[in-house]
């Protein structure tokens, strides 16, 4: 693997790598590459979506996360479950179950990320409201799909919503919470640990997007956290009263549930990496500009399909609309009357929800710094491209001949690699010498 210049939660082993092209083929970045037998991931394309994990046949890919031993560090554990941590059980009829289960792991106290997406979804709708903002608002909340526009559609960034994610806005709120009942602590004294479907939200903890460092100290596997859950769950009797959270924030655990929060019918919402790429190509093109939210999940399903899940994505999801079924609509609000609703409020909440930091765009595709430069190489791949058989097969180790010529010119790869044009020189050969007999 390349030395990661950010860190990344998608790892490879290579031990167990057989070189084949499942993951060469799918990359939405096209960060992989096969080189001398084995997967190579390219830092600097790489969005930790996950989609290798979940197509690898050998188990190559993992993804990386802080393990339950951290809670040592901390005098004050606060666990931080997704909506999509309750989807995972079969039969639960009460949240409480769950989360009065964590604190029997080991946790000092529960903060439900979907209380914070209430607020989030509560902020949102009033900011789309304002003037001068780019329509269609393409939602931030999945990280996969801010660094996919960062990385491949930098003509998007002004329509990227900049407000901090829901598990962003909880880890704060958490810590606020802890000092506040407990003036004893110190901030250092309490960690906050997120329990997540998905690789990607490891990744935002450690790099994260829109402010300068997250209030995340830790990420843990949901797979990992609901087998240690089961035992607990299976000895509570009577449930903690803990849970404070609606039907608005559980439905951000699928797709759609974002978007029926902001009460406005001019939404679309899609899921699963490719249908994304779809949509971000279609409003590039200005195709779908009369919308005007968009929220885009990278994994099928929503987040109920992370590859650190457990449960069928669509399962999951319909033991989610069980548990909404008797929940009120929302139980939490950026102020305390409910709404921000004139431009005072609006501009006091505006310093807890929008971003402190501002995108940098990362052209991935950059041949050189110097525009004459890159202008020639440019033209040599090009050129090159058109030498080539254009089936995209993958031999070459590299995702399409358009990538494959680009890695010839610079450097990393050989023109003896493509099966195919060998093998018609081998043909030819063949042919001259029967010919000449």
Avoid at 4 to 15: A, C, M, P, R
Avoid at 102 to 114: R, T
Avoid at 131 to 158: D, E, H, M, Q, W
Avoid at 263 to 287: H, M, Q, S, T
């Amino acid at each position: 693997m390349e030395k990661d210049k950010k860190f990344h939660s998608v790892l490879l082993s290579e031990d167990k790598c057989k070189g084949c092209t499942h993951c060469l083929r799918r990359c939405p970045t096209e960060a992989i590459r096969i080189r001398d037998g084995k997967a190579v991931i390219k830092s600097e394309r790489c969005i930790d979506c996950g989609e290798c994990i979940r197509l690898c046949p050998y188990s190559a890919k993992k993804a990386r996360f802080d393990d339950f031993d951290a809670l040592k560090n901390y005098k004050w554990k606060i666990a931080m479950p997704a909506p999509a941590l309750f989807g995972q059980f079969d039969n639960l009829e009460d949240m409480d179950i769950v989360l009065t289960a964590l604190l029997k792991l080991g946790f000092d106290d529960v903060y439900e990320v979907a209380c914070a997406a209430e607020k989030v979804s509560e902020f949102t709708r009033q900011y789309i409201k304002r003037p001068g903002v780019v329509k269609p608002v393409i939602s931030s909340a999945c990280p996969v799909i801010v660094r996919l526009i960062k990385n491949r559609f930098p003509t998007l960034y002004k329509n990227i919503l900049p407000v901090l994610p829901p598990v962003e806005i909880a880890a704060r709120d958490a810590r606020k919470k802890a000092m506040k009942e407990h003036p004893e602590l110190k901030k250092e004294d309490i960690g906050i640990f997120f329990i997540s479907p998905c690789p990607a939200k490891v990744s935002y903890a450690k790099s994260p997007l829109g402010v300068k460092k997250s209030d995340i100290d830790a990420v843990l596997s949901m797979s990992e956290t609901y087998f240690r859950l089961i035992p607990e769950m299976n000895k509570t009797e009577i449930p903690e009263t803990l849970s404070n959270t609606g039907l608005i924030g559980i439905s951000w655990a699928g797709t759609g549930g974002e978007s029926s929060a902001l009460f406005n019918d001019r939404y679309l919402a899609a899921d699963g990496i490719e249908n994304v790429i779809k949509v971000l190509d279609e409003i590039e093109n200005d195709n779908i500009s009369s919308l005007e939210f968009i929220e885009l999940n990278a994994c099928n399903g929503g987040c109920v399909g992370g590859v650190l899940t457990v449960e069928n994505p669509y399962i999951a999801k319909a033991r989610l609309q069980s548990l909404k079924r008797y929940l009120p609509v929302s139980r939490n609000h950026v102020i305390e009357n409910g709404g921000v609703v004139d431009d005072k409020a609006f501009e006091k909440a505006k310093k807890n929800y929008i971003w402190t930091q501002s995108l940098e765009y990362t052209p991935v595709n950059r041949l050189s710094d110097d525009k004459v430069e890159a202008m020639k190489i440019l033209a040599e791949i090009e050129a090159l491209t058109e030498t080539l058989p254009k089936l995209d097969c993958g031999s070459c180790g590299s995702p399409t001949c358009q990538a494959f010529a680009e890695d010839i010119v610079k450097g990393s790869a050989k023109i003896e690699d493509c099966v195919i044009l060998m093998r018609q020189g081998t043909d030819n050969k063949k042919q001259k010498g029967s010919e000449q007999k």
